[in-house]
Every structure is written in structure tokens, then in C-alpha cells.
T-cell receptor, first 116, second 111 residues
Framework: DAGVIQSPRHEVTEMGQEVTLRCKPI?????LFWYRQTMMRGLELLIY????????DSGMPEDRFSAKMPNASFSTLKIQPSEPRDSAVYFC??????????????FGDGTRLSIL | GQQVMQIPQYQHVQEGEDFTTYCNSS?????IQWYKQRPGGHPVFLIQ?????EVKKQKRLTFQFGEAKKNSSLHITATQTTDVGTYFC???????????FGSGTRLSIRP
């Protein structure tokens, strides 16, 4: 079975540029999560969707971050403009059934983002 | 805000020694999940505990959920080099609330 697919795996760009991260959840999963992982802050939940609808975006650091889920098989996380402090590994995860938090989350391989 | 505290932050053991990581919450959890992240990898779900006092085993790994559902532990017996990685607990305060990851315990092993 195909797992959660994220692209790109690595992204290096200069500050001020727009960055778009992509995620394809596992087919049939109805909950999708975006996380950011850094050494300093650990694993942080940024936003999650249930049935393509954003439920909680309280973890989104600021207005420069936005996320969309236009359909059940695709989501994007966009940073505009990017800043060096946005450098981190960004994970997408999906789960099936219910609200998602009582089911295991399946993580993608992550996007390692470096903002110069 | 609600937090799930995890200790220790790091543990370095001799291969064959046991390892334990602990998670604590100030308020009752609905359930707790455990994940393992290998170096350079992504978190992988290991198990979920739901019931008070629940104990589950996976080969050399033993997972416990406290009677008050405020703490949990993961114990690895006779560690092997394949156990290297960071172990995270993730607690939910209800099935409808978001889960909160602990800070993780990084396990390294001397061969």
C-alpha cells in the first residue's frame, strides 16, 4: 500500500521566496495533519483537516503560513514570504475514521526545508 | 496550556541493557499513543493505550497506561542496535481533541 507521499523531499531557497509543500494522504483516510519538527521546539501540530475542512489551525505560526486541502487526495502548506526561522522538517500525516485523534497517524517522509 | 511531559530527554545504554521512557500529564488523558522515529526518518506508530491500567507488549517492548490515565511508560528489555531512535508519546484529552506530542526520548546504544 502506498503511504503518505510528500514532495519535495528537500527544499533550499532564499528568504523572501514562496515555498509550497505538497502532501498526498493515504487513500481512504479522512484526516490530514501538518507538523513541523525542529530541535528546539520538537514536533508541533500546525493544522489539521477532517473531510477536507480545516478544523484547528491554532498551531500555524503566523499569517505567512497557509494550508489548503482542495480534495481528499491532496493538501498544500504554503509559506510566503519565507524566513530563515522557518527552516525545519515538515511532516504530513493522515489517519482514517472519526475525528482522527483516536486513530494512528501515518506520517510521510517529510520535507526538509532550508531557508537561507 | 495542556502539556505532555516526557523524560528523560536522552538515554545512552549498553546493548543488552533495559530502557524506559516516561510520559506524564497533569490532567487525565483519553488515550495515549507511542511512536518511534529512526534517525533521519519519520515517526512510526507503535501502539495506542486507552484503558486505565492497560499493559500491552510487543516482543521486547512493554507499554503501560497508569491507573489514573495521567502517565504512561515504554520499557524495552535487552536493547538492540535496531532500537536506536527517538520515542515519542502522544496524548489526547478526548477523542475529539488534538493529540499533543511529548518532547521525545532519544535512545542511543553502545554496541
Amino acid at each position: 500500500d502506498a503511504g503518505v507521499i510528500q514532495s519535495p523531499r528537500h527544499e533550499v531557497t532564499e528568504m523572501g521566496q514562496e515555498v509550497t509543500l505538497r502532501c498526498k494522504p493515504i487513500s481512504g483516510h479522512n484526516s490530514l495533519f501538518w507538523y513541523r519538527q525542529t530541535m528546539m521546539r520538537g514536533l508541533e501540530l500546525l493544522i489539521y483537516f477532517n473531510n477536507n475542512v480545516p478544523i484547528d489551525d491554532s498551531g500555524m505560526p503566523e499569517d505567512r503560513f497557509s494550508a489548503k486541502m482542495p480534495n481528499a487526495s491532496f493538501s498544500t502548506l504554503k509559506i510566503q514570504p519565507s524566513e530563515p526561522r522557518d527552516s525545519a522538517v515538515y511532516f504530513c500525516a493522515s489517519s482514517n475514521r472519526g475525528t482522527g485523534f483516536d486513530q494512528p497517524q501515518h506520517f510521510g517522509d517529510g520535507t526538509r526545508l532550508s531557508i537561507l | 496550556g495542556q502539556q505532555v511531559m516526557q523524560i528523560p530527554q536522552y538515554q545512552h545504554v549498553q546493548e543488552g541493557e533495559d530502557f524506559t521512557t516516561y510520559c506524564n500529564s497533569s490532567t487525565t488523558l483519553s488515550n495515549i499513543q507511542w511512536y518511534k522515529q529512526r534517525p533521519g526518518g519519520h515517526p512510526v506508530f507503535l501502539i495506542q493505550l486507552v484503558k486505565s491500567g492497560e499493559v500491552k507488549k510487543q516482543k521486547r517492548l512493554t507499554f503501560q497506561f497508569g491507573e489514573a490515565k495521567k502517565n504512561s511508560s515504554l520499557h524495552i528489555t535487552a536493547t538492540q542496535t535496531t532500537d536506536v531512535g527517538t520515542y515519542f508519546c502522544a496524548g489526547a484529552y478526548s477523542s475529539a481533541s488534538k493529540i499533543i506530542f511529548g518532547s521525545g526520548t532519544r535512545l542511543s546504544i553502545r554496541p
